[in-house]
C-alpha cells in the first residue's frame, strides 16, 4: 500500500444509519484532514489532526464526529445525517500542519450518498 | 468577494496549443500558491506550486505568480487530450488556512 488510502470508495446510507470512513496514509506524515467536496463548491475543510490532536473544526455539524486513534489513521463516524450531505469525502495527509507551504497528498475519497 | 476565484469554464483549446488557467485571490498576505489537478471520479493531485514572484516551470507546466495583482496562472504547453481534467487552485493565507477554488475544467480536443 503507497499513500493515502481510504475506504469504502462508495457508500449509501439512510438518514438513520450510522456508518464509518476510514483513512490510512503511509507517507510518514504528522498532519491529516478531512474534506468535503461538493458540485460546484470549492474544497471545504471538515477536520485537521496534528499528531493526533485535533487542531481545527469548521463549524461542523456534530452528526459528523472525526476520531484520529494515531499518526496514521482517521476516521470519520457519521450518524443522522442529511440528503445534503451527499457528497465526495476526501482524506488529506501532510508532512506537517505548521509549515504554510503544506503540500496536501489526497485519498481517493469516498462517494457518500445519503438517502 | 470569493477568497480564491477561478473561472469555472469549460476551457477547450486544440491538442498541441498552450492552456491558461487563471486564478485570483483576495488576501494579501498569502505566502504559498499550489495547482491541483482532479480527473472526473478521481482525487486531486498537487502538479506545482509557486511561493514568490516570477514563473516556476516543470516540464510542460509553467506557474506564474503576482502577488501585486493577487493573481497566479497555470500554463500548460503542448496539451494533450490526457490534459483534460479540472484545475484546482489552493492558496496558502499564512495563518495555516489553505484554501480552494472551484476549478477550472480544461476540455483539451485531439
Known amino acids: 500500500e503507497t499513500g493515502v488510502t481510504q475506504t469504502p470508495r462508495h457508500l449509501v446510507m439512510g438518514m438513520t444509519n450510522k456508518k464509518s470512513l476510514k483513512c490510512e496514509q503511509h507517507l510518514g506524515h504528522n498532519a491529516m484532514y478531512w474534506y468535503k467536496q461538493s458540485a460546484k463548491k470549492p474544497l471545504e475543510l471538515m477536520f485537521v489532526?496534528?499528531?493526533?490532536?485535533?487542531?481545527e473544526n469548521n463549524s461542523v455539524p456534530s452528526r459528523f464526529s472525526p476520531e484520529c486513534p494515531n499518526s496514521s489513521h482517521l476516521f470519520l463516524h457519521l450518524h443522522t445525517l442529511q440528503p445534503e450531505d451527499s457528497a465526495l469525502y476526501l482524506c488529506a495527509s501532510s508532512q506537517e500542519r505548521a509549515a504554510t507551504n503544506e503540500k496536501l497528498f489526497f485519498g481517493s475519497g469516498t462517494q457518500l450518498s445519503v438517502l | 468577494q470569493k477568497e480564491v476565484e477561478q473561472n469555472s469554464g469549460p476551457l477547450s483549446v486544440p491538442e498541441g496549443a498552450i492552456a491558461s488557467l487563471n486564478c485570483t485571490y483576495s488576501?494579501?498576505?498569502?505566502?504559498?500558491f499550489f495547482w491541483y489537478r482532479q480527473y472526473s471520479g478521481k482525487s486531486p493531485e498537487l502538479i506545482m506550486s509557486?511561493?514568490?514572484?516570477g514563473d516556476k516551470e516543470d516540464g510542460r507546466f509553467t506557474a506564474q505568480l503576482n502577488k501585486a495583482s493577487q493573481y497566479v496562472s497555470l500554463l500548460i504547453r503542448d496539451s494533450q487530450p490526457s490534459d483534460s481534467a479540472t484545475y484546482l487552485c489552493?492558496?496558502?493565507?499564512?495563518?495555516?488556512?489553505?484554501?480552494f477554488g472551484t476549478g477550472t475544467r480544461l476540455l483539451v480536443s485531439p
Open positions: 488576501d494579501r498576505v498569502s505566502q504559498s
Open positions: 509557486i511561493y514568490s514572484n
Open positions: 489532526y496534528s499528531l493526533e490532536e485535533r487542531v
Open positions: 489552493a492558496v496558502n493565507t499564512g495563518f495555516q488556512k489553505l484554501v
